[in-house]
């Protein structure tokens, strides 16, 4: 059985192919201001790339921000459970998903058999999210493939306080005033989102293993950030990112 | 009348607006009717030179007050009239350039700023009264609120304290809070007789005080029959069900109504006051104050995914009358201890054991909590009752962060995200519980 599964996020559109659990295929790609044709554009590519045709998916499954663009789809299920469910299929003893995205944050339960428990997402600001270090590396004139390295070289991480994400660009834009170097600044933006996402945590209560999902997860900075703060070390998937596509696809096959 | 007439002519756009808000309702045609019934006695006060105005907040002793003559005007029902017309951000704008913070509560910026500008109650304005009550049961605000108003009008303020009774409070505490706030009612009545110059009228009280009782033991049989009532009807009832409850500007009135509703209740459905079982897909608890403007979310977001609202304990808090005792001094202490006590202000150990009578009565599958972004006094301990519940019963809870009043806090894409998580999770709640 082949199924497909599409998650349309507010900075990138992933996809996943399976055929029964082998995972045949997964693309990047950016969402755009029309997710009609970032997930058509990847779709046919998909096609193109492993010479299957249409009538040869059996289920397809969007998730993400932009699921109910997806007009071919046959279930549209949230973020939430696509991503526990990919992260079960990396690593099959997980008890919680950590996935930060471009918009969001949250923080999953899962039980033993990989339903969701609980769930606990940011509040309605960017703060904590990848759009947080999109516009804190703009601020830096940073490109945001290099904040993993930079944060790395850190002495001493400086405290970003404020929690709103205008607020903590003009709180870095004057600690680039005052001479401060960018990598203490970088690695204080990572130990200020890594704050936040244990607050979430807590309120669900940490379990382990723990699973990083999400873009955000290449960071490796932001990743032993959280590390740090709560102590265990996170698994991350390879095709982490791709995590809610694959997720969608897992579930499509029912 | 003059007030309506000139905001229509003023902000024709947003009167229509407020118009197609109030339509979109679903309600009744005899609530409606109520709605401005209420409107139109608050409004023609000011041709009435004889009749006493006051202003309310929610939870103050009304009866009091009303035995001496005043005339009922609650600015938090404005607003919410106001909410559900779509019409707030205007208003709390308006009160923002005030000076008042964003993160104060959106009934009190609605009022104000609708007052500064001289709407009409049907849009969340209050004309100056001749007195101003406030009571802290249910909100901190109030008291500085009411203080404020009062100042600016130049007219006396009555703030009455009821302590909170805390966790693990004993019953000998209860009664040193009940002698505190008999206390208090005594000094109204003398405050009353100050300022209307007239003696007590202790017939008048009784019968107002005999009436609230027979309105709240009228409400809570037909909250009752809520299990029978198909739950679509959320929004009615939260909206202007229990209007006549809350005002309580005609008690006859609400009387007539509420039994009139309570036949047809007993008709259709007899003593059966089970639950309907299957008629909806998701059972669901609202925990607070409803978001008035937002009516779609339960007609149609939740609704849509078949989850429906079908419990509420915020509604029923307004119905916590007791009978008059044979005495003035038993009955006010009966009154205060009403007032100490009601689901809505009940420490977390009350809560917890309150909502776990609701989860099993109401045959819950999922709970949403809404943590009011200008109310917080309500949303503390959410998170704690949250975990309580989560761990007694699995019960999946979605903390709604939002406002009751001010649509600004509310985003459908991020919340619609959510909505569609706590489903997932109410089915797999459901299917464990068929397994069970």
Redesign the interface.
């Known amino acids: 059985m082949i199924t497909v599964g599409i998650d349309i996020g507010s900075i990138t559109t992933k996809i996943a192919l399976m055929e029964g659990k082998k995972l045949l295929y997964t693309d990047v790609s950016l969402s755009g201001y029309d997710m009609e044709k970032a997930w058509q554009a990847i779709y046919k590519k998909m096609l193109e790339r492993t010479g299957k045709k249409e009538s040869d998916i059996s289920f397809l499954v969007s998730t993400g921000y932009g699921r109910n663009n997806v007009s071919i789809s046959q279930k549209k299920i949230t973020e939430i459970s696509c991503h526990a469910a990919g992260a079960k299929y990396f690593f099959p003893k997980v008890k919680a998903v950590i996935d930060i995205g471009g918009q969001d944050s949250k923080f999953i339960r899962i039980d033993d058999t990989g339903s969701i428990l609980d769930f606990v997402m940011n509040d309605k600001c960017a703060a904590g999210t990848g759009r947080f270090l999109e516009v804190m590396a703009r601020a830096l004139h940073v490109e945001i493939d290099d904040f993993s390295t930079l944060s790395g070289k850190s002495k001493k991480p400086v405290t970003i306080s404020s929690m709103c994400t205008v607020f903590a660009e003009s709180e870095v834009i004057s600690l680039i005033a005052k001479g401060e170097n960018r990598e203490n600044i970088i690695a204080g933006i990572h130990d200020s989102i890594a704050s936040r996402m244990i607050s979430m945590m807590k309120r669900t209560g940490v379990a382990s293993p723990v699973v990083m999902t999400g873009g955000v997860s290449k960071n490796i900075g932001m990743r032993k950030a959280i590390e740090k703060k709560i102590g265990m070390t996170l698994n991350v998937p390879e095709q982490a990112q791709v995590c809610g596509a694959i997720g969608a696809a897992i579930l499509g096959s029912g | 009348m003059i007030k309506l007439t000139r905001f229509i002519i003023q902000n024709p756009k947003l009167f229509a607006q407020g118009i197609k808000g109030y339509m979109n309702q679903h309600l009744s045609p005899r609530l409606y009717q109520i709605i401005l019934q209420y409107l139109t006695q608050t409004k023609m006060t000011t041709v009435q030179p004889w009749k006493k105005f006051g202003v309310f907040s929610a939870g103050f002793p009304t009866e009091i007050p009303l035995a001496m003559g005043y005339f009922p005007g609650y600015p938090e029902a404005y607003a919410a009239f106001t909410g559900a017309a779509g019409c707030t951000v205007p208003p709390i704008e308006h009160a923002e350039s005030l000076g008042y913070g964003r993160d104060l509560c959106s009934y009190m910026k609605t009022s104000i700023g609708a007052s500064r500008m001289n709407w009409p109650e049907d849009f969340g304005g209050n004309r100056p009264a001749d007195a101003y009550f406030s009571a802290n049961l249910v909100c901190d605000t109030h008291l500085k609120w009411f203080e404020s108003e009062a100042r600016i009008h130049g007219k006396p303020h009555f703030a009455l304290d009821v302590p909170s009774l805390v966790a693990g409070e004993s019953e000998e505490r209860l009664e040193e809070y009940v002698d505190y706030v008999v206390q208090q009612l005594y000094d109204l009545i003398g405050f009353l007789e100050q300022h209307t110059g007239r003696k007590f009228n202790e017939r008048k009280f009784f019968e107002l005080v005999n009436n609230s009782f027979e309105i709240s033991s009228l409400f809570k049989e037909l909250n009752a029959y809520r299990k029978r009532f198909p739950a679509n009807r959320y929004f009615e009832w939260v909206r202007s069900f229990m209007l006549p409850m809350v005002s309580q500007w005609n008690q006859k009135d609400a009387i007539r109504y509420y039994k009139k509703h309570l036949e047809m209740a007993r008709k259709r459905y007899g003593d059966n006051q089970t639950i309907a079982s299957g008629r909806e897909k998701y059972r669901v608890l609202w925990e607070g104050i409803t978001l008035w403007y937002n009516v779609d979310l339960y007609q149609k977001v939740l609704a849509d995914k078949g989850a429906y609202i079908v419990a509420d304990p915020y509604t029923y808090s307004f119905a916590a009358r007791s009978k008059p005792k044979s005495t003035l001094a038993e009955t006010l202490r009966q009154i205060a201890r009403d007032h100490i006590i009601i689901p809505f202000t009940l420490n977390l150990d009350r809560r917890i054991a309150y909502f776990n009578t609701l989860i099993k009565e109401f045959d819950l599958d999922g709970i949403i909590m809404h943590a009011n972004q200008s109310c917080r006094p309500n949303s503390t301990g959410l ?1 704690d009752l949250k ?1 309580v519940l ?1 761990k007694k019963w ?1 019960i ?2 979605l ?1 709604m ?1 939002t406002d009751h009043c001010d649509p600004r ?1 509310y ?1 459908d ?2 919340m619609n ?2 909505i ?2 706590f489903v ?2 109410m089915e ?1 709640y459901k299917e464990k519980r068929i397994k069970i």
Do not use: F, Q, S
């Open positions: 998170l975990e989560h699995g999946p809870v903390m962060n806090a985003a894409g991020p995200t959510r569609d998580g997932e999770m797999i």
